[in-house]
């Protein structure tokens, strides 16, 4: 069975910020975050806002790995000012936060009132960074400070109803964020396209996705104002996003929340670090499996013009590619060269292992895998 669903509609391009004018909006609630106040991404929105009357409250509280508290005072001031869409404005933290905050006011109401008469506000997600791609996709994360946990939310109530992708908002993204993100990038493609969900309808963005990350991403981090650049890797990140929603991930990202987790490295940067690895692992390569579960491996390589007869040669050449993209982008290639403590991450990785085994990412990875398999990977990566 061949499954694709794609809800959310998408305006692309510089300045498409704009469009928010032309929505018939009366009454808007903005979640955002501290840094998006600073500088003056919000003041872009309010100023289209302004001049569109349009009202709107700002809700700037949003913090890296957004908290249940976070989302609790999101809610309230969402209860409270009753608007007629939901605007995200920031990176990945902003619109998990957000979509949290909706999917817990929709089911508030249900409590209260009957279903038929629940309106939802409309949901627009303007995503600041090219990473995530959680502009289009149906999933949140937010962290239980008091367990120390991770909640992955996953339900069709938060599903933005517009992605926003103006790649003007990210001109003044950090070097090295711009680098983690795009890494993230690269990783929903690469794994969307070996998951277990993948069809020809996915793999038609990913491979797109994929030829736009590998092309832009150097480009994007060594000038962060080529605007082309940044355009194409925003679209990117949302091409990747629309795969993965629909194809699943695997294993990288599984790992990569539990080490993400307890060793406090950024998301993209623990994928990038992991992603070597993985393939190897997961194409057949490190243990002679190549011919049953190297092909997509094989095809990415091809769309990256890497050309060979020899399945091996190109599976080799696209984990050499992905390893340089990582050196020109300061990424380091283990955890010990990342700085985690040695003695640590190795008495951590069964505890690593059992939550990566749990991660709703394993179910969609390529090959089944087992604790011992994903304790063998977690050594090879310190
Ligand atoms: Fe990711």
Not at 139 to 158: A, F, N, R
Not at 242 to 255: E, W, Y
Not at 300 to 318: G, T
Request: aromatic share 6%; with cysteine.
């Amino acid at each position: 069975m061949k499954k694709f669903v794609l809800d959310t509609d998408i305006i692309s391009g510089e300045g498409t910020l704009e469009s928010i004018s032309k929505m018939s909006l009366k009454r808007v609630c903005v979640v955002t975050d501290k840094m998006m106040v600073e500088i003056g991404i919000v003041d872009k929105l309010t100023t289209i806002l302004d001049k569109s009357r349009i009202a709107y409250k700002v809700f700037d509280r949003v913090e890296a790995n957004p908290s249940l508290e976070t989302v609790n005072l999101g809610l309230h001031h969402i209860i409270d000012y009753k608007p007629d869409a939901l605007i995200a404005l920031g990176g990945g933290s902003v619109i998990d936060a957000a979509k949290a905050i909706i999917y817990f006011c929709i089911k508030t109401k249900e409590v209260l009132v009957e279903k038929s008469h629940i309106i939802k506000p409309m949901f627009i997600a303007i995503p600041t960074t090219s990473g995530t791609g959680s502009e289009v996709t149906s999933i949140s994360v937010i962290t239980d400070t008091k367990t120390h946990s991770k909640i992955p939310l996953k339900d069709s109530l938060m599903l933005p109803d517009v992605a926003i992708l103006d790649a003007s908002l990210t001109l003044t993204v950090p070097r090295h964020i711009t680098a983690d993100t795009g890494m993230d990038v690269i990783t929903h493609a690469l794994e969307a396209y070996a998951a277990t969900g993948a069809n020809r309808f996915t793999d038609l963005f990913v491979e797109e996705s994929i030829r736009l990350a590998f092309g832009n991403l150097l480009k994007a981090y060594y000038n962060g104002n080529n605007k082309v650049a940044r355009q194409h890797m925003h679209d990117a990140s949302c091409m990747a996003g629309i795969g993965f929603n629909n194809a699943g991930l695997g294993i990288n990202h599984s790992l990569a929340h539990a080490i993400g987790g307890a060793f406090g490295i950024s998301h993209g940067r623990t994928n990038a670090i992991l992603l070597p690895y993985i393939i190897a692992f997961n194409s057949g390569l490190s243990d002679g499996n190549l011919e049953l579960y190297g092909k997509p491996y094989g095809r990415a390589a091809e769309l990256l013009n890497i050309e060979s007869d020899s399945l091996e040669l190109k599976v080799r050449s696209l984990i050499e590619l992905i390893r340089q993209f990582n050196k020109k982008l300061e990424i380091p290639a283990n955890f010990r060269e990342q700085g985690v403590d040695s003695k640590a991450f190795e008495e951590a990785i069964p505890e690593l292992a059992e939550k990566a085994l749990d991660d709703i990412c394993t179910a969609t990875n390529p090959r089944r895998v087992d604790r011992t398999i994903l304790e063998r990977l977690l050594k090879e990566t310190l």
